[in-house]
């Protein structure tokens, strides 16, 4: 009878090993599940409307995006310009090494007062990599489509002198300098379809946010979270 028991007490143990590698495997290798979005009906002007939420990660944004001025610094000398110009003359010259971007489907380029609007070819298709990937978030969890604004793009050193005078966060040997930089608002989006479906600021600064993170993580980009400026600075580093 005690061999019965300790056989029974046995395979009890046995069972009951199993059943927790199976929830253990279960918590470890599920995969996460994803909200749909969430839509709140209100009124705007006397006009109905329907605010839809996405439900993503909360972001840190100045824990998450703090690349250094250095390090994009360091990116852009190794891929941009190896001089970069000091005035808009000689950005004349340096055209055949530049791509010039304009607004698209994906993002707009604002009427730019303290830099031009170029690129080096490998950041200029690394915009559109992110402009395509914010559109296709969006699209992908049945939210309206959105543009966001780009606000600068490569400044030319006298650029930098009249911006310093107006702007302390401007540095002298900026790497916009070099034409692999750029500034991305994150307050503010164009809506681009026809509904009467609104998503908030807020909401949009989430989806840009995982966009960065996405091409961060993946090595191409450096971002820092300019919060006086409202905007991510984005230096391209591949």
Sequence with gaps: MALS??????????????????????LVFRRPS?????????????????????PGRTFSYSQRFRDNNQAHLRAAEKIGLKNGPATREQVKQKRSQLQQIRSCH?????????????????AAARLDAI???????????DLPHYRFYVTSVLRTKEDIEHLQRTNGNA??????????????????F????????????????????????????????????????????ITVRD
């Design 5 to 26: 028991n300790k056989h029974t007490h046995h395979r009890l143990a046995v069972v009951l090993l199993a059943l927790l590698a199976v929830l253990v495997c279960f």
């Design 34 to 54: 994803v909200s749909s979005p969430k839509e709140t009906k209100v009124t705007e002007n006397n006009t109905p409307i329907t605010l839809v939420s996405y």
């Design 106 to 122: 994906n993002y707009v380029v604002e009427p730019l007062t303290y830099s031009v609007p170029y690129l080096v070819p490998k």
């Design 131 to 141: 402009g395509a990937e914010f559109a296709d978030i969006l699209q992908r969890n």
């Design 171 to 188: 540095v002298k040997n900026s790497a916009h300098n070099y034409g692999t930089t750029f500034d991305i608002a994150y307050m503010r």
């Design 190 to 233: 164009e809506r681009c379809t026809d509904t009467h479906n609104y998503m908030t600021d807020g909401n949009l600064c989430l989806v840009l946010a995982q966009t960065l993170l996405n091409q961060q993580r993946a090595g191409h980009i450096y971002v820092k979270h300019e919060k006086k400026q409202a905007c991510f600075h």
